[in-house]
C-alpha cells in the first residue's frame, strides 16, 4: 500500500467514526481503526484497490456469511468449552486496587515471572510508594489459562488473564450487539459514497462487524468492566499505539466509573505516519494522559495540533538502551564478519528478511549471519509455517542470546520495521534497512537518511560487505533520543499526585 492509499483510508474511516456519538459500537469495530501504513496492519484493507467493482458487494456478502458460520460453529464449541470471564492468581476483593495495568502475555517464557514485558517490575516500583496496581493480561498467542496462572498462583504474584472467550451465553450476546452496530450502519451511515473505494468500504464494514477482532472488542468490553466495577481503581494505565482495543478499554472503565483516569503508554517507536494513536475520537474514547518513552514520541505527540488530551509526559523506558559499556566484554575478532538480521513480530515480515539473508548467506559463505525471532514468534512455530528453514547453512546462526550480546559482535544490522535497530546505534553497528516496497512508511528511521544504508538486491549487501575499508559513523546517544531512561522520581511522583488528586 503506498501514502496515497493510506491516506484516501483515513479520511473514508474518519467519516464512520465521526458518527460515534450516534452509536458507541461504532468505536467497537477494529477495521475502522487506520493505525499505520504497514503491509501487515494494512493487508485487511488490500480488497479495497484490487479491481472488484462490479462484483464487490457479492464479494462482501459471501465473506460475511462466511464469517456468520465460522461464528456459529465456535458458538457450538462454547457450549461445550467453558470458560470463565477471567482467571486470577489472588482472590479478587471489592475496592482492592488504585491501579490497573493492562499488558500482554506474549511469550511462553514470561509465564510466572515477576516483572512484565513491557512494563518490567513497575508495580513493586509503585508499591514502595503505597499505591496498590495489579496486573491484567491480555492471551493473544491463547496461552492455556489455567496452566498459565497456576505459575503466577504459586509464586504468589498478583496476576489476572483475559481469556479469548467466555461461555455461550455470553458470546451469544457479543454476536448480537455486533449485529446492532451493522444494521444500525446499514441503515444510517450509507453516505453518498460517489466513488468506487467508498461504496467497496462501506460493504467490507458491513462484512467486519462480524470478524473476530470485533467480536473481541465486545467481549473485552464485558471483561473489563466486571473487573473495574470489582476492583474499583482509580486509573488504569495500558499500552497505547492506536489500535481499537485500547480505546474500547477506556470506554468500558468510564462506563462503570466516570471519574477514573484513563493513561496510555506508548511504550514502542511511533513516526509521523501513525494515525489513530495521534487523533481524538472523543465519547470516552480517548486517554486523559499519554506518557511517553522518549523525547521522539513526546515531541510528535506534543506538535499534534488535533490530538487534545489533559497531559502528556516523558517517563521513559526500562527498555531504554545503554548497552555500549559492555561492547569490549562481548567483542571478539570475528565480529567484523557478522551481521545480524533484526525482523518484527509478524510473520510474514520475519520470512521476508529471513529469505533475503539465506540467499545473501550462499553467496557470502564466510559471514555469519545472526537471525534474532522477535519474542512473539518460536522459531520452531515458524519453521512448521515456513519449512524451508528447517535446513539453514552453517554461517546462519539463530540467537537465543540477548540483543545486547548479538550486537556487541555485529558490525552491520539488517533491518525493516523492527524498532530494536535503534539500539544498534550504543554499539556503532551500521544499520541496513532491506528497502522493498515503500519501506520508509514503516523504517524507524524514516527521518535520519543520513545514518543507514539501504539495499534492495543480495549483489548490494556483497558490495558493502566487500568494502574492507567501510567506515561505520559513530552515532552513540542517539538511541536516548527514542528511548529514554526510566525516570522512576518523575513517574512515581506523577502516580503519586492522581491518586492523591482523586481521592
Known sequence: MNEDQFEKLKSISDKYLKNIFLNNYIGFISWLYVVRPHPQNMKDYDDLFKNKTNYYFFYELKKFFYSLVKILIKLLKYIIFKKRIYYSSINVKKNSTD????????????????????FSNISNLLKNVNIDSLLVLKNPNQYNENKSIYNWKRKKIERIILPNYTNFINELVFIIKALSVRKFIKKKLYFNNNTSLDRKFHNQLLTECLSESTISSFRLNFQI????????????????????????IFKSCREINENIICIGYQHSLINKYYYNVKKNIFNGFDPDVVLTSGECGYNIFRNEKNFNIKKLLNVGTHRSFHYFQKRKFYKNKNSDLNII???????????????????????LPNIQFIWRMHPVIDFSIFKKKYPKYKIIPKNIKISYNTLDQDLAISKFAIYRGSTSIIAAFNFNVQPILLDLNNSYLIDPL??????CLKIRKEEELVKIISNKNYIIKSNIGISDFFYSSFKKN??????????????
Open 225 to 248: 468492566k466486571k473487573i473495574v466495577k470489582m476492583l474499583n481503581p482509580k486509573i488504569i494505565m495500558l499500552t497505547y499505539e492506536g489500535f481499537a482495543w485500547e480505546r474500547v
Open 99 to 118: 491501579l490497573l495495568i493492562l499488558s500482554h502475555l506474549i511469550n511462553y517464557k514470561d509465564i510466572g515471572k515477576k516483572n512484565d514485558f513491557y
Open 446 to 451: 524514516h527521518n535520519m537518511q543520513n545514518v
Open 490 to 503: 518523575i513517574f512515581l511522583d506523577f502516580f503519586k499526585s492522581q491518586i492523591n488528586n482523586n481521592e
Open 341 to 363: 538480521v533484526l525482523p518484527e513480530g509478524f510473520m510474514n515480515e520475519t520470512n521476508l528478511l529471513f529469505e533475503f539473508t539465506l540467499n545473501c548467506a550462499k553467496i
